[in-house]
């Protein structure tokens, strides 16, 4: 087994299911390893990118190795595409398995393996790298969005901290009934609120349902027509996140244009603070890809937002 420092920290990713699982794994690790109860923080890529790095070790998941954390005594374990190498950090790195199972691997290695522990990490497996031709698929985006519903730590604390407690937990089932009702409806509005920005991509706005699934339905019926599609959002701070979704790898090119990054076909980026509406957005998108700028229309979104408290 690979050497791992006591780390002073753990540092994961706040977003979805596969820096919760990754996170709440190395502390399993670090209790296993050096006997200690880790402190556990979790970013979102916008805040991390601002965070100092102080501390002398650190083991770091799902978050994209950069150089500023070539640190010696620091241990990163991602599967982001990076230009970076490390001199001083110990980066375990694969594209081709998410975070969460290459911390499982260590953990494995280490004695920490249980049939509940297989079955979460191979929903976090599937779901964060959008294996859609899975037979577990739809139980995969079930559990992904116990995240994307409940966020990071109001979950955390409802199992505890206990990551088997996540297995089969009651909270899926409303997940089940969520996709099977909110998908279909928002699937059939989203089809007829689509704004092209050029030949090749275009935003599509979300009113319910699942995003992710919704924009990869979308991208299967519009092949050869879009080959990305963007979705907007509004955080509570007033700035524009962009999420990216393709199937030919050209999500992650779009998403460094914009000063952000990603996955080949799963990417995103935070808009400029000048942009804090989405009718503003488009048209920054337009400046950025598009030649001839369109006139945009009223978004009925922008109302929506209008309305709703973060």
């Known amino acids: 087994m ?36 880790c402190e556990l923080q979790a ?8 965070r100092q790095l102080l501390e002398h070790t650190a083991w770091v998941c799902d978050l994209t190795f950069e150089k500023r954390m070539d640190k010696p005594s620091w241990v990163v374990i991602d599967h982001h595409q990076t230009a970076d190498r ?14 969460s199972l290459l911390c499982y691997e260590l953990c494995k290695e280490a004695g920490i393996q249980s049939p509940e522990l297989d079955k979460i990490v191979h929903y976090s ?21 116990l995240v994307k519903s409940y966020t990071f730590w109001k979950l955390y604390y409802v199992i505890e901290g206990q990551l088997e407690r ?3 937990h009651p909270l899926l089932k409303v997940m089940e009934v969520k996709r099977q009702i909110e998908n279909p409806i928002g699937l059939d ?10 030949d090749e991509i275009a935003v ?10 919704i924009v990869h339905q979308l991208l299967k019926e519009f092949e050869g027509k879009y080959g990305v599609l963007m979705t907007l959002y509004r955080k509570s701070n007033a700035s524009v996140v962009v999420s990216m ?18 996955h080949p076909n799963a990417a995103g980026a935070t808009l400029p603070k000048s942009v804090r509406s989405i009718n503003e957005a488009i048209t920054y998108l337009e400046a950025i890809f598009k030649t001839e700028p369109v006139h945009t229309q009223i978004n009925p979104l922008d109302d929506l937002f209008k309305g709703l408290k973060f």
């Open 2 to 37: 690979v050497f791992l420092p006591e780390p002073e920290i753990i540092l994961t990713h706040e977003s979805d299911l596969d820096g919760f699982v990754s996170g709440l794994l190395l502390r399993k690790l670090a209790r296993q390893l050096h006997g200690i109860d």
């Open 43 to 50: 970013w979102n890529n916008e805040a991390w990118s601002k």
């Open 86 to 99: 490390p001199t001083h950090t110990q980066l375990i790195h694969s594209t081709e398995k998410s975070a």
């Open 125 to 145: 497996n599937i779901a964060d790298l959008f294996l859609e031709d899975d037979p577990d698929f739809e139980i995969a985006t079930d559990y992904a969005n």
């Open 166 to 168: 996540l297995f089969d």
């Open 189 to 198: 509005w989203s089809r007829e609120n689509i704004t092209p920005i050029n």
């Open 204 to 213: 599509v706005e979300i009113a319910v349902g699942n995003g992710n699934l």
């Open 245 to 262: 979704r393709s199937r030919q790898g050209q999500a992650l090119k779009v998403a460094h244009k914009l000063g952000g990054g990603g």
